[in-house]
């Protein structure tokens, strides 16, 4: 059964993309245009499982005999959802939440296939950020590399540095949690192990 269904990652992120082809070297790519901001939540868990949905069954919608996965990834500290920064005012507010304090990342996956959701999960991973100086931070947020990242910052970047601990899955953290959708993938019979 495996072999019978195109895959494709419903995702922009070139992270997310180069974590997916660690479980499957082929597939396609197809960015999900749907409006990001419509969708309600109570939680952080519930935010990330509701964008994952929603990418995903926005292009499962027009490749039905498609697996599509859709990913994504937040960051939140204090029960605050931190997104992508804005500019660098904000990059730099939302590292300075971050020092010396552990925040936690989640990702939520979505797997549709036949144009339904077959599975909705959410992976949460504990960072632990050392005490940050004004001149990290400004030196980090100067370097560019905050803007395209939930939260303002990129562990597989100069901001390990920053890290302390992690607890859970570092790849969580890098955007997509390779062994929970690996895990699911097989369970669900999509892949073999």
């Given at each position: 059964?495996?072999?019978e ?8 992120s ?9 479980i499957?070297p ?16 109570t ?12 990418k ?6 027009r490749?039905?005999?498609s697996c599509v996965?859709?990913?994504d ?7 605050e ?5 804005h500019?660098?005012?904000d990059?730099?507010?939302m590292?300075?939440?971050l ?5 936690h990342?989640l ?13 909705n999960?959410?992976?949460?991973t504990?960072?632990?950020?050392k005490s940050l100086?004004?001149s ?6 100067s ?8 939260g303002a910052y990129?562990?597989?970047n100069?901001a390990?540095?920053f ?7 570092f790849?969580?953290?890098v955007g ?6 690996y895990?699911t993938?097989v ?5 073999d192990?």
């Amino acid at each position: 059964m495996p072999s019978e269904y195109r895959f494709i990652l419903a995702s922009a992120s070139p992270r997310r993309r180069e974590l997916f082809s660690i479980i499957r070297p082929d597939f396609d790519v197809e960015v999900s245009d749907v409006d990001e901001n419509s969708v309600s939540w109570t939680s952080p868990e519930e935010l990330c499982l509701a964008l994952s949905r929603l990418k995903a069954t926005d292009v499962a919608s027009r490749h039905i005999d498609s697996c599509v996965i859709g990913a994504d990834t937040i960051v939140c500290v204090d029960g605050e959802v931190l997104g992508k920064p804005h500019d660098h005012g904000d990059a730099v507010r939302m590292l300075t939440m971050l020092s010396g304090r552990s925040h936690h990342v989640l990702t939520g996956i979505c797997i549709c296939l036949g144009g339904k959701v077959i599975a909705n999960k959410c992976c949460d991973t504990e960072v632990v950020f050392k005490s940050l100086t004004t001149s990290e931070i400004n030196s980090y947020v100067s370097s560019g590399d905050p803007f395209d990242k939930a939260g303002a910052y990129g562990i597989q970047n100069s901001a390990a540095r920053f890290c302390e601990r992690i607890n859970g899955d570092f790849f969580n953290v890098v955007g997509l949690p390779v062994n929970l959708l690996y895990e699911t993938l097989v369970d669900s019979g999509l892949l073999d192990q």
